[in-house]
T-cell receptor
């Protein structure tokens, strides 16, 4: 079954404690991206990756890092989380950038206290 | 001004009603257009692509008006299961790259 898997689904953490949200896809997609979703603002792209070792900033990259060492994995790293990073995060993958049928992971609800 | 704008709703309609949503986009160079459906606290899922000639998928019809820069989604014979948030998504060039830009969504509540 084609899927994008994120972990964890829910996370409560404290300010400044580094965390990683993992994302894995089994469709051999080249393009992967991370979004955050906040009420009234829609989904905003944090970072994206066109292929292995190729990553770039999206619209709201501050406070986040990513890596793409393997095609299937695209972890999101918060080196020093802050309360304004409390949000619902989605990982997505697609064949190419902006392609129809982007698949989304189930989401990670992060709360930073 | 937001790049992709939608009426947040909620649209409260009875079962069987026909309901239409519009979405406007600001970038005239936008390449492709989609409607996604998102259930509460779940991931967005592609509902349908939107083509200039208009396209239909069962009870759902999507249309694109490039001249006026808006897309629409029409749902006929609404079902309770149609209750969700509908996201308008535009593939546009933004700060030198192509990216999917999402509207904030229109919430639909179908009532028995």
């Amino acid at each position: 079954e084609a899927q994008v898997t994120q972990n964890p689904r829910y996370l409560i953490t404290v300010t400044g404690k580094k965390l990683t949200v993992t994302c894995s896809q089994n469709m051999n997609h080249e393009y992967m991206s991370w979004y955050r979703q906040d009420p009234g603002l829609g989904l905003r792209q944090i970072y994206y990756s066109m292929n292995v070792e190729v990553t770039d900033k999206g619209d709201v990259p501050e406070g986040y890092k990513v890596s793409r060492k393997e095609k299937r994995n695209f972890p999101l790293i918060l080196e020093s989380p802050s309360p304004n990073q409390t949000s619902l995060y989605f990982c997505a993958s697609s064949l190419t950038q902006g392609a129809v049928g982007a698949f989304f992971g189930q989401g990670t609800r992060l709360t930073v206290v | 001004r937001k790049e992709v704008e939608q009426d947040p709703g909620p649209f409260n309609v009875p079962e069987g009603a026909t309901v239409a949503f519009n979405c406007t986009y600001s970038n005239s160079a936008s390449q492709s257009f989609f409607w996604y459906r998102q259930d509460c606290r779940k991931e967005p899922k592609l509902l349908m692509s939107v083509y200039s000639s208009g396209n239909e998928d069962g009870r759902f019809t999507a249309q694109l008006n490039r001249a006026s820069q808006y897309i629409s989604l029409l749902i006929r014979d609404s079902k309770l299961s149609d209750s969700a948030t509908y996201l308008c998504v535009v593939n546009m060039f933004n700060t030198g790259r192509r990216a999917l830009t999402f509207g904030s969504g229109t919430r639909l509540q179908v009532q028995p």
